[in-house]
T-cell receptor, first 110, second 115 residues
């Protein structure tokens, strides 16, 4: 089966940089996605890595090492609105279904 | 353009009842997936449909079933409800391209409470 591990909580201050790590075990791996979810809201897509390396999208970057089964999401210039849950998810199987981690609750302090 | 729409947004049922949840994907998206999200956990994969055919099924009992209609909308049915079925049920759609990039578009979900 598949399993993912990510920290349950992270706290940082406005303007800081925070890294959320994700390790995974899966078969038939296609890629690693990151999603953001505010309380009571829909998960929204942030980024996707299929190959090793860093992908940058504005203040957010995501990294993947397939050999280490490891990835991270890097959030720069943190803003209060970044307070949310962040999920890593592996894409695998013939249907490329997503298997999500348990999520990391990010709290940004003023 | 409308995003993924789900109905109802909230509902309360009692043990043993059944429930039907509905989802309309983004226009042009042919794939619909269903996820269950229990409070404090990540979404858990239930089903994926593409072009009206089941393409994937998660580790859920046979009480859970789904179907996709010719207009690509979808229904999730849950029979013989248990207290543990209380959760947020999320529907997500994807185009062929977005599925290859790990990008799903989620609706706001249907929050089911089983008493």
């Amino acid at each position: 089966g598949q399993s993912l591990e990510q920290p349950s909580e992270v706290t940082a201050v406005e303007g800081a940089i925070v890294q959320i790590n994700c390790t995974y075990q899966t078969s038939g791996f296609y890629g690693l996605s990151w999603y953001q979810q505010h309380d009571g809201g829909a998960p929204t897509f942030l980024s996707y890595n299929a190959l090793d390396g860093l992908e940058e999208t504005g203040r957010f970057s995501s990294f993947l090492s397939r050999s280490d089964s490891y990835g991270y999401l890097l959030l720069q210039e943190l803003q209060m609105k970044d307070s949310a849950s962040y999920f890593c998810a592996v894409s695998s199987g013939s249907a490329r279904q997503l298997t999500f981690g348990s999520g990391t609750q990010l709290t940004v302090l003023p | 353009d409308a995003g993924v729409t789900q109905s109802p947004t909230h509902l309360i049922k009692t043990r043993g009842q059944h429930v039907t949840l509905r989802c309309s994907p983004i226009s042009g998206h042919k794939s619909v997936s269903w996820y269950q999200q229990v409070l404090g956990q990540g979404p858990q994969f239930i089903f994926q449909y593409y072009e009206k055919e089941e393409r994937g099924r998660g580790n859920f009992p046979d009480r859970f079933s789904a179907r996709q209609f010719p207009n690509y909308s979808s229904e999730l049915n849950v029979n013989a409800l248990l207290l543990g079925d209380s959760a947020l049920y999320l529907c997500a759609s994807s185009s062929g391209t977005s599925a290859n990039t790990g990008e799903l578009f989620f609706g706001e979900g249907s929050r089911l409470t089983v008493l």
